[in-house]
T-cell receptor, first 112, second 115 residues
Framework: EDKVVQSPLSLVVHEGDTVTLNCSYE??????LLWYKQEKKAPTFLFML????IEKKSGRLSSILDKKELFSILNITATQTGDSAVYLC????????????FGDGTTLTVKP | DGGITQSPKYLFRKEGQNVTLSCEQN?????MYWYRQDPGQGLRLIYY???????QKGDIAEGYSVSREKKESFPLTVTSAQKNPTAFYLC??????????????FGEGSRLTVL
């Protein structure tokens, strides 16, 4: 059974701090790893990672994948209160493209 | 604007009643999905469909049913056989081919409460 584990489960920081969110996975057949941000209801897409060692970056957010260690991290620098959300990691199967297994998420709270 | 519309946003039902959640998309996506989210947990896959008139069970399909008669629509029925139906339900869609099949586009969700 495919498994995705995120850590920490929750995190409280102050504005301006840098945070690192972790995602480890065990899947039979890997196609991609994805990060989503869920603020209230609908998760929104952040990154898709398919190759090891290639950093994806968008503003203050960045992510990298290690396919040997079965691990990904999401970094957020200079955090703002608007970064407060649940961050979800998902792994897409190779045999059923689109079918993804999600972790339980990391709840990030950024205090002013 | 292209997107996914779920309705209703909030729904209450009595035990023993079936209820159908609507999901419509105008993104021209072939694949559609239903996920369930419980408090403090991630998303668990109920059913998915990669083409019209075809669908597959996900990890927690028991007590649920779906249909895919049109590309744009993927309704989910929560039956009385579902033992713990109170939850937040998310519908999503994606392309069915190419490199970005894993990128899911989500609706705003439907919160079902069983009284």
């Amino acid at each position: 059974e495919d498994k995705v584990v995120q850590s920490p489960l929750s995190l409280v920081v102050h504005e301006g701090d840098t945070v690192t969110l972790n995602c480890s996975y065990e899947v039979t057949n890997f196609r991609s790893l994805l990060w989503y941000k869920q603020e209230k209801k609908a998760p929104t897409f952040l990154f898709m990672l398919t190759s090891s060692g290639i950093e994806k970056k968008s503003g203050r957010l960045s992510s990298i994948l290690d396919k040997k260690e079965l691990f990904s991290i999401l970094n957020i620098t200079a955090t703002q209160t608007g970064d407060s959300a649940v961050y979800l990691c998902a792994v897409e199967e190779g045999t059923n493209a689109g079918k993804s297994t999600f972790g339980d998420g990391t709840t990030l709270t950024v205090k002013p | 604007d292209g997107g996914i519309t779920q309705s209703p946003k909030y729904l209450f039902r009595k035990e023993g009643q079936n209820v159908t959640l609507s999901c419509e998309q105008n993104l021209n996506h072939d694949a559609m999905y239903w996920y369930r989210q419980d408090p403090g947990q991630g998303l668990r896959l109920i059913y998915y469909s990669q083409i019209v008139n075809d669908f597959q069970k996900g990890d927690i399909a028991e007590g649920y049913s779906v249909s895919r008669e049109k590309k744009e629509s993927f309704p989910l029925t929560v039956t009385s056989a579902q033992k713990n139906p109170t939850a937040f339900y998310l519908c999503a869609s994606s392309t069915a081919g190419g490199p970005r099949t894993g990128e899911l586009f989500f609706g705003e969700g439907s919160r079902l409460t069983v009284l």
